[in-house]
């Protein structure tokens, strides 16, 4: 496991985000929530292999939205990791700053946004699955090519609602040079495409679809506190 250090990290779970789950109307109760489950790994972590087994055993259940992304900070160390972006580093520092965590580090697998462990356990990561609080304090409907979030009108900080297109597909990668030079790994749900459509302050709002430019891709919304917080809905498609 490597850590990636960075002072001022804060942290931004709020108490009003509590209340909205709880003032969530019957249309939101209505919607079966699902549990998110986001991997943040690399190629070149030796660590990272059985994380990814779980997580790529996980991928076809109807419960769960699970999601794969390469983290940049490893490709330095032998392997340019052939999923990263930096974009998807940012994503794990707001991480790091929504969950009040000092570094980042793989593998690292968050639920909901809202906690985290390491995802090499198998068990340990399905009981914390069973026991992840659901993100169910909104409801999120995809009509057409409009993708529609429904909730209570409490004040709150503000949501963004992200258009998610990641690859069902298994995707061998033969890993020739570093910690796992030598390996093909299996990956699964690798994420392609991450694109705000917009920002949901409460009540009803409407976002536009796009199609997704490759057709064998799988798409997910996902209504998140902003900067790292935790995720109030999802739907994928």
């Known amino acids: 496991m490597i850590l990636q250090t960075k002072s001022g990290v804060r942290a931004s779970l709020l108490g009003a985000l509590a209340a909205l789950a ?4 019957p249309a939101a109760a209505a919607a079966r929530p699902l549990t998110v489950v986001e991997l943040f790994q690399s190629q070149g972590c030796s660590s990272c292999p059985p994380a990814n087994a779980n997580i790529n055993a996980l991928a076809d259940r109807p419960d769960l939205l699970v999601l794969s992304y390469g983290v940049t900070y490893w ?3 032998g392997w340019k990791d052939t999923f990263a972006s930096p974009r998807n580093t940012a994503r794990q520092w707001a991480y790091a700053r929504g969950l009040g965590h000092s570094n980042v580090g793989t593998p690292q697998v968050v639920l909901n946004g809202r906690e985290d462990l ?6 340990g990561l399905e009981a914390a699955i069973r026991a992840a609080t659901p993100s169910a304090a909104v409801e999120v409907v995809v009509a057409g090519d409009e993708v529609q ?9 503000p949501a963004d609602v992200w258009l998610v297109r990641y690859d069902p597909r298994v995707e061998w990668v033969p890993i020739k040079r570093g910690e796992n ?16 459509l917009g920002r949901w302050s409460g009540g009803a709002g409407a976002y536009r679809l796009t199609a997704p ?15 790292g917080g935790p995720v109030l809905g999802a739907s994928k498609l």
């Open 22 to 25: 709880a003032g969530a109307g």
């Open 75 to 77: 490709d330095n160390l």
């Open 118 to 123: 390491v995802g090499t356990n198998r068990p």
């Open 149 to 157: 979030v429904r909730g209570p009108a409490a004040k709150a900080r």
């Open 181 to 196: 030079g030598g390996k093909t790994l299996p990956h699964r749900n690798i994420v392609k495409q991450f694109v705000r």
């Open 213 to 227: 430019a490759d057709p064998a891709l799988s798409t997910a919304i996902l209504v998140q506190v902003e900067d």
